[in-house]
């Protein structure tokens, strides 16, 4: 059974930094792209950041470009979202998605997510 | 970016209702659509893919349809379990991004 756990969220001060981690489980996790989306309280989905299946490039939402990093440990099936100079906006539930297959950019798994607060 | 508009944002709907969600992309993304149901508290489901593909064990009751700009999901007979929010997702192209979102609430 495929599994995505989330942890690492919290309350931080603006200006502050964060490092997200996503444990996975049931599959192959090396043989997959995988992606954050964000969800700010109460409002719709965002997506973040994350490898493309077929060129293993990395993409971000221009709203955190050169303040998120992410990054992925395939011996340890982990995937890591390192959030810096962190803003009020940036307040949300964190998800860490699997990509469905070759699709490239859709999700077939989701965690249940990390909250992220950004408030003094 | 691409931008994908929803609507309704808001729909009241009785068990066994049809029901149907329009999403629109501000340009052409052939048919590089997904749809995704949240149910309150939970993490998306992914329920269809390339527009019309319906994902492994979700009913046969949801169906979508569309190319281009315009794209539809219909539920033919709404049962309990659909009360949720659905949101499109376009990956035509990067940013990927979703529709804003529309909230299913029982009549």
């Known amino acids: 059974e495929v599994q995505l756990l989330e942890s690492g969220g919290g309350l931080v001060q603006p200006g502050g930094s964060l490092r997200l981690s996503c444990a996975a489980s049931?599959?192959?996790?090396?043989?997959?792209?995988m992606n954050w989306v964000r969800q700010a309280p109460g409002k719709g989905l965002e997506w973040v950041s994350g490898f493309r299946s077929s060129s293993g490039i990395i993409d971000y939402v221009d709203s955190v470009k050169g303040r998120f990093t992410i990054s992925r440990d395939n011996s340890k099936s982990t995937l890591y979202l390192q959030m810096n100079s962190l803003r009020a906006e940036d307040t949300a539930i964190y998800y860490c998605?699997?990509?469905?297959?070759?699709?490239?950019?859709?999700?077939?798994?989701w965690g249940q997510g990390t909250l992220v607060t950004v408030s003094s | 970016d691409i931008q994908m508009t929803q609507s309704p944002s808001t729909l009241s709907a009785s068990v066994g209702d049809r029901v149907t969600i329009t999403c629109r992309a501000s340009q052409s993304i052939s048919s590089w659509l997904a749809w995704y149901q949240q149910g309150p508290g939970k993490a998306p489901k992914l329920l269809i893919y390339k527009a019309s593909t319906l994902q492994s064990g979700v009913p046969s009751r949801f169906s979508g349809s569309g190319s281009g700009t315009e794209f539809t999901l219909t539920i033919s007979s709404l049962q309990p379990d659909d009360f949720a929010t659905y949101y499109c997702?376009?990956?035509?192209?990067?940013?990927?991004?979703f529709g804003g979102g529309t909230k299913v609430e029982i009549k």
């Open positions: 998605a699997k990509v469905y297959g070759t699709s490239g950019a859709i999700f077939d798994y």
């Open positions: 997702q376009q990956y035509n192209s990067y940013p990927l991004t």
């Open positions: 049931g599959f192959t996790f090396s043989n997959y792209a």
